[in-house]
């Protein structure tokens, strides 16, 4: 009897702890309707804009998203030697990335991607369908597998495309829902970089915490950029950090009337989101 007692008091300590352990995560998973997301890096690897100086900017987006599950490159510049060269400096592995996401067909977000694969192929490849059918043929014929996107979907956890927007250039960009906020990376924002928001706070629900990448504003009046400034203002957007179109009036209004908040972007730039 004395020993069935030991036993019973043995279990109920170990469900006590085990309880203590596990309901305060599912309690913070619960709160946002996603799980807590531990820091974020983003490495931008392709840009017009210099900032780290051992590495050579061109024209052209390319960056990376380091998330806790998986490492993302969104877009790759317009020249595989450029990309290549910059990932060896930064000390990235091509084989440490699992996923490569193309915004829109233009050569200078699509130019490395060739090279790329050639030293990694074991990825997959999320690109708009309205992409040409050869330019998917080649990826594959690469050795990786083409994921084709039409509307808004999560593509895996708590990331999601806004699916193809606009009626001349087509474009997808890449919204990231964290415990901070959405992260949205654009990498011209040709449909436009308000609707792009929208659609990512609609599709989400979500405010936005951090929107990076090229808002395609170079050579827009000032009245037109200041009135989109006034839009992400009134969506609740925390903080920016344009580049590559964004153009450098662009650019300094927002630093202007963003702040602290503002993040300035160049190739070699590590943003970590905490």
């Not at 060269?85 to 084989?95: R, T, V």
């Not at 979907?153 to 960009?173: H, M």
Request: proline share 4%; net charge neutral.
């Amino acid at each position: 009897m004395k020993k069935k007692k030991i036993l019973l008091g043995k279990l109920v300590l170990f469900f006590v702890i085990l309880t203590w352990k596990i309901i305060p995560n599912v309690r913070a998973m619960n709160e946002n309707g996603t799980s807590i997301t531990p820091p974020i890096e983003i490495i931008i690897l392709y840009d017009n804009n210099a900032y780290d100086k051992k590495l050579r900017p061109a024209w052209g987006f390319s960056c990376l998203v380091k998330l806790p599950h998986k490492s993302i490159l969104f877009d790759t510049g317009g020249d595989r030697s450029i990309l290549l060269a910059n990932l060896e400096k930064l000390e990235i592995d091509p084989q440490e990335i699992e996923v490569v996401f193309l915004s829109h067909i233009h050569g200078d977000h699509v130019g490395g991607l060739a090279g790329f694969l050639r030293k990694n192929s074991n990825v997959v490849v999320h690109l708009p369908e309205s992409f040409p059918q050869r330019f998917k043929d080649r990826i594959k014929a690469l050795g990786a597998t083409v994921e084709e996107v039409d509307g808004s979907k999560e593509l895996f956890d708590n990331v999601y495309t806004t699916g193809e927007l606009g009626t001349g250039i087509i474009e997808q960009s890449l919204i990231i829902k964290t415990d901070k906020g959405l992260l949205i990376i654009t990498g011209c924002a040709h449909p436009g970089v308000v609707t792009i928001i929208k659609r990512a706070m609609e599709l989400t629900g979500d405010k936005v915490c951090l929107i990076l990448g090229g808002f395609h504003l170079a050579g827009a009046s000032t009245s037109k950029i200041e009135s989109i400034i006034d839009d992400f203002f009134r969506l609740g957007v925390k903080k920016v950090s344009p580049c590559h179109c964004t153009g450098e009036k662009a650019s300094a209004l927002f630093e202007e009337r963003y702040g602290a908040d503002f993040f300035e972007c160049g190739v070699g730039r590590r943003i970590l989101i905490q």
